[in-house]
């Protein structure tokens, strides 16, 4: 075995989103972790399979909801206030009614923008190259086809014995994923 | 069409489907790839896009005029200072909030039909609001100025007065702008990770794969991405609700008798949902005719967005009629002369037409036999699209032109500027449409494909939902 090169993983390819749902939990109860499941559309409860944690992005966007409502409203007290204060017929210079749309407004920008710039960074994308590409059959992820890939990195990974493993959960076919 | 007679025979209950039947994940990749890359363009796509781009060199011409001779070659002057630049600002809009519907607050309400149609609603919100944009920017006379619509610190330490509806207005349109593309970004991308891995052109592979970001359907990536998606649809929402109250904010914050009143905003995202449904019909009935995309646009879904008219157009309704109603019975005379001046003043063939386009036509919608005629649809739907511009004639101009004092009253006529701006920001549209046509995946694959049953795929399965087993042949 040491011969070989190293490899990335052992990737099962799948015909349905049940079969790589009922193969991503077989190989969570023979205790693999180092996995990752692809599909071309997302599959409820495939996460929770593969035991993904929480994510963190409803939080993000919360703060950075938060952070907007706050710069939105003091940038206008400070510019009304402070700044630029006039004076119109003795009313109060904080006008708060009027500055509630634009507070609105910045929140949401803020909240948006984290979500879909947090979504992305936090997927670690854009990522132009990545091993499981370099199986060929993988063009078809984006299309009809489910796949399973166990990366060499577990602890439980072993070539053959992993080979076995995944030939037994009836896959299409299972492939050498290279670096 | 096959849907049609299925629930003639199978009575009122049965409803058309939402998509074909006999499709499977590959063949609908192959059918919405294919209108892109690989089948060739349409004479249909040609035709429509050759009169966007003409009508598009109206727009330059007529652009180009104005920032050479002013605002001046336009038909505004005292007491009529907001013509077509307010109008059509204001119709573009609102056409843009039938996308964030559809995209948004359908999805958080689960309508699944609204599937095949979102992400060619949503690409009309992003090319209505750059049409939009054009008009308030084109209107300050000097737009190479326009930055000093925004808070940014200058030498005259001057800012912009965030106590006025004109200034909301800057902030609610950039941000609804710049959500909306993100939206329709972040829907893209697993489609254009298809597209990457379908084309066979190298240039295309690599300008899809750009645009994809390295996307690779992965379990850990889908799971972020439905929380994005489900959080940026819940922001989504309110923001549309308020961009166009503030729209609305800009004439009832005013004083001005026909415009100061509590109304306007909810009857103007009504209106606004109206339109956008009706420009929705009028783009996507020729385009799934060009491409046969019957399969995917079914009569279902033409005969749900009449009903979101027809309820829209209720709600309008109720609308100019509570606004008739509150200038008699509020008493004032100005409120009242100029309700009563719409009707029967200069301009009250035009509040005829209106009432025609707006409320009567559509009441054809009621019958269950005009819903599933598809061409009277697409002229009840033109209709409303005038009747909508219509709407934002009469209040902006019948309002201005006789308020207070009758020593400063006067008439309104737009010139030829006016109308090529206006007909030249349509062929902006149309070009923007139909180039996203052409280039982009214009149904969202990947939700279509969630709408396939997986049992559907292969040989039948033997024990129901038995896992690993059946598919292994």
């Not at chain 1, 166990?150 to 037994?168: K, N, P, V």
């Not at chain 2, 336009?74 to 995209?103: D, K, R, Y």
């Not at chain 2, 879904?301 to 209720?314: F, Q, S």
């Not at chain 2, 709408?451 to 038995?466: E, H, N, S, T």
């Amino acid at each position: 075995m040491d011969t070989q090169p190293s490899i990335y993983g052992l990737m099962a390819e799948f015909d349905g989103p049940t079969d790589l749902l009922a193969a991503a939990k077989s190989a969570h109860a023979e205790g693999y972790r180092r996995m990752d499941a692809y599909s071309p559309f997302p599959v409820e409860g495939l996460a929770e399979a593969i035991e993904v944690r929480h994510t963190r992005l409803p939080l993000l966007v919360l703060l950075a909801g938060l952070f907007g409502a706050l710069v939105g409203f003091a940038s206008q007290y400070y510019v009304t206030v402070f700044d630029y204060p006039l004076n119109v017929g003795g009313r109060p210079l904080n006008s708060w009614p009027a500055y509630i749309p634009i507070t609105f407004e910045v929140t949401i920008l803020f909240a948006a923008l984290t979500a879909v710039v947090g979504m992305i960074a936090l997927n670690r994308l854009p990522m132009p190259y990545h091993p499981v590409f370099n199986v060929p059959r993988f063009a078809l992820a984006s299309r009809e086809q489910f796949f399973l890939c166990i990366e060499a990195a577990d602890s439980r990974f072993d070539r053959e014995g992993t080979r076995r493993f995944l030939e037994s959960l009836k896959p299409r076919e299972v492939s050498e994923v290279a670096h | 069409m096959a849907a049609q007679s299925h629930t003639e025979t199978a009575g009122v209950q049965a409803l058309p489907p939402i998509i074909g039947t006999g499709h499977t994940y590959g063949s609908i990749t192959d059918r919405i790839g294919d209108t892109v890359l690989t089948t060739r363009t349409p004479r249909g796509w040609i035709v429509g896009f050759a009169a966007g781009f003409l009508l598009l060199q109206l727009f330059l011409v007529s652009a180009a005029y104005l920032l050479y001779r002013g605002v001046g070659i336009w038909g505004i002057n005292i007491p009529v200072g907001w013509g077509f630049a307010i109008i059509n600002f204001v119709w573009w809009i609102g056409i843009g909030h039938a996308g964030t519907l559809i995209s948004a607050i359908l999805l958080l309400l689960r309508q699944q039909w609204r599937t095949s149609i979102n992400r060619f609603a949503e690409a009309m919100t992003l090319f209505a609001v750059s049409c939009a944009g054009i008009f308030p920017l084109l209107h300050v006379g000097r737009p190479w100025f326009a930055y000093w619509m925004l808070p940014i610190p200058n030498t005259m330490r001057l800012w912009p007065q965030p106590r006025s509806p004109l200034v909301w207005d800057v902030f609610a349109v950039s941000t609804y702008a710049t959500v909306s593309l993100l939206f329709w970004y972040v829907g893209l991308v697993p489609d254009l990770a298809s597209f990457r891995d379908r084309a066979k052109h190298r240039l295309l592979q690599i300008i899809y794969g750009v645009l994809a970001l390295g996307w690779r359907g992965s379990a850990r990536h889908w799971h972020r991405y439905e929380t994005a998606y489900l959080l940026l649809a819940g922001l989504a929402t309110p923001l549309v609700v308020s961009v166009h109250s503030v729209v609305s904010f800009d004439f009832a914050v005013g004083i001005v008798p026909g415009w100061h009143t509590t109304i306007f905003p909810p009857y103007f995202v009504a209106g606004a949902i109206y339109s956008g449904f009706a420009m929705v019909l009028t783009l996507i009935i020729p385009i799934r005719k060009i491409y046969g995309l019957e399969d995917f646009v079914t009569a279902r879904h033409l005969r749900n967005m009449a009903n979101v008219m027809l309820a829209t157009g209720l709600i309008v309704a109720y609308g100019y009629g509570m606004e008739t109603f509150m200038a008699w019975f509020s008493g004032n005379l100005y409120e009242g002369y100029a309700t009563w001046n719409r009707m029967t003043g200069p301009y009250a063939p035009i509040y005829w037409a209106l009432i025609l386009c707006n409320i009567l036509v559509p009441q054809a919608l009621w019958s269950d036999k005009v819903k599933r005629n598809v061409p009277a649809l697409f002229v009840i739907a033109l209709f409303i699209n005038v009747g909508m511009w219509l709407e934002r004639f009469v209040i902006v101009v019948t309002s201005l032109h006789r308020d207070f004092l009758p020593s400063s009253w006067g008439m309104y006529y737009p010139t030829i500027w006016d109308w090529g701006l206006y007909l030249g920001t349509i062929g902006l549209f149309l070009s923007l449409m139909f180039l996203f046509i052409r280039g982009l995946p214009m149904i969202s694959m990947f939700e279509m494909r969630t709408l396939v049953p997986p049992p559907a795929r292969k040989q039948p399965l033997a024990g129901g939902q038995a896992p690993s087993l059946a598919s292994g042949d």
